[in-house]
């Protein structure tokens, strides 16, 4: 099947039959609009947007089968028979035994580091994310990348960047002890990175490499089933194994999960918790009723968790994944014929821009690619978003993180934009860089303590 995909195009293997019609505004208004928002895209109303590319998070196109389901909803406060699809589909599709729904990925999170990490503890990950490392340090645990280097490079062209440096991980199992390691934290399509894959290879390394050491791998497998497609075109072997079963083959190097369903699963909010150890799961279940709700529905309604278990289906799909991550690359591609400097290979989930390369003027605590975001609003409403050092933020001693990577991520929602959409944000984005010599800096003028790059406000300088 891939190798027939792979030599024509790819189109979207669905038709439309509802639309929501977009907002356009003049220049003046997005001018108006940024400013009132503290030059932050988090704080625009949606209404001020015409394409929203800030995230895949929640914005997918849900079916008809799965807008079918929500009408199945059984909204009983025990034991709601769509949390056994959900059960079952995970059982099925991931091959994880035991399963806590909650309300977003950042739950499963949430109840993951309370159940696992003691602190002093040491979490070493395929670089951070932003909720998963807060989450892993208000437990007392201290976040260490292992990610490859190639990773931290914008221009590096390494199919698997979001691969694990086994001499990294080695050095820290050295350093602190394995038993000061409770897990391994592997997200699949590393979203910092610029939505890059990890390997079957690397995985399997790193699954013999832990299992000898007694260390356990948690899985943040909010792309899976995109990290699957980069397998099944790069990693030599697999170009006739179908996303379904790579899908299961990653899942199955590990002992547990966080998912935000909101991304691969394709509903507009959900996660959950997996876990294979029973004694695990049974203290991570008395503790989601604290945080979320009853085990059976972890902060969603029975409907919610429908649309996940069908979404969870249709996420593996081969046509659906070439489609997806086929529009990225369409995006992607045009970028690049522009001169624009991008994140490459192109990754799964977006188009990330290398705002350092972009604004080669302005130093990082100029904030570039939250400028860079600004910028591209105003030019045409297109709503992009900061992933460089705001996202980063501080550590637990105050200190500001320096990225290496300074990115403005241009996040394609599943299911609901056009090939003409992406034409539009490209020359948008190509406008900018025409003026890009001329375009200053920010400054930030009210910090939140916790994830600051949700709510910071900024300034202009000059
Ligand atoms: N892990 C990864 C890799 C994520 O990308 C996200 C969310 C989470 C965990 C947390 O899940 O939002 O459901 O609580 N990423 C969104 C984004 C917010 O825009 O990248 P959540």
Redesign the pocket.
Known sequence: MSTHTQKRSWAEPYKMKMVELLHMTTKAQRVKAIKAAGFNTFQLKSEDVYIDLL???GTSAMSDRQWAGLITGDEAYAGSRNFYHLEAAVRQFYGYRHVIPTH????A?NILSKVMIKPGDVIPGNMY?T??RLHQELAGGIFADIIIDEAHDPANLHPFKGNVDMNKLDALVKKHGARKIPYVSI?TNV?MAGGQPISLENLRELRAYTRERGIQIIH?M??VAENAYFIQQREPGYGDMSIRDIVKAICDCTDGA?M?A??DALVNIG?FLALNDLDLFEEARSLVVVYEGLDTYGGLAGRDMEAIAIGIAESVDDLHQHARVGQVEYLGQKMMDFGIPIVKPVGGHGVFLDASAFLPHLSQDEFPAQTLASEIYIDSGVRTMERGIVSAGRDAQGRNYYPRLELVRF?IPRRVYTQAHMDVVAESTAAVWEKRNRIKGLKMVYEPKYLRFFQARFEKLG
Request: proline residues 0%; hydrophobic residues 10%.
């Open positions: 995230t895949d998070s977003q990925g950042r739950g999170e994310f909720t998963t997200a979203n943040d909010t792309r966080t935000s909101k991304k996660g996040t």
